[in-house]
């Protein structure tokens, strides 16, 4: 069983920053991708940003210039850069993991709230 915790979510102000972090049980260098998506109320849950085994980032269009994904592999953590935040990044970010075998898990999410 893999373990994921989010941690790093809270209130910041429009055109703030956040870092979000992503700590698993499992080591990076045996995970095919870990990701984050978020879910805002009432909406379905979206891609925000994936990095897989070989660094490789993808990013939902919206996002790129203003979200970073990394990882650091000695720590088994994956983060989020968010800068610039607006209100409609109000979400509940969750973090995602599939593994070589083509498992997928999921955190419990951490919920970030942009507003004044």
């Known amino acids: 069983q893999v373990q994921l915790v989010e941690s790093g979510g809270g209130l910041v102000q429009p055109g703030g920053s956040l870092r979000l972090s992503c700590a698993t049980s499992?080591?990076?260098?045996?995970?095919?991708?870990m990701g984050w998506y978020r879910q805002a109320p009432g909406k379905e849950r979206e891609f925000v940003a994936r990095?897989?085994?070989?660094?490789?980032?993808h990013y939902l269009d919206s996002m790129v210039g203003r979200f970073t994904i990394s990882r650091d592999n000695a720590k088994n953590t994956m983060y989020l850069q968010m800068n610039s935040l607006k209100p409609e990044d109000t979400a509940v970010y969750y973090c995602?993991?599939?593994?070589?075998?083509?498992?997928?898990?999921w955190g419990n999410g951490t919920l970030v709230t942009v507003s004044s």
């Open positions: 995602n993991l599939i593994t070589t075998g083509g498992m997928e898990y």
């Open positions: 990095i897989t085994r070989t660094g490789t980032t």
């Open positions: 499992r080591s990076l260098l045996s995970i095919n991708a």
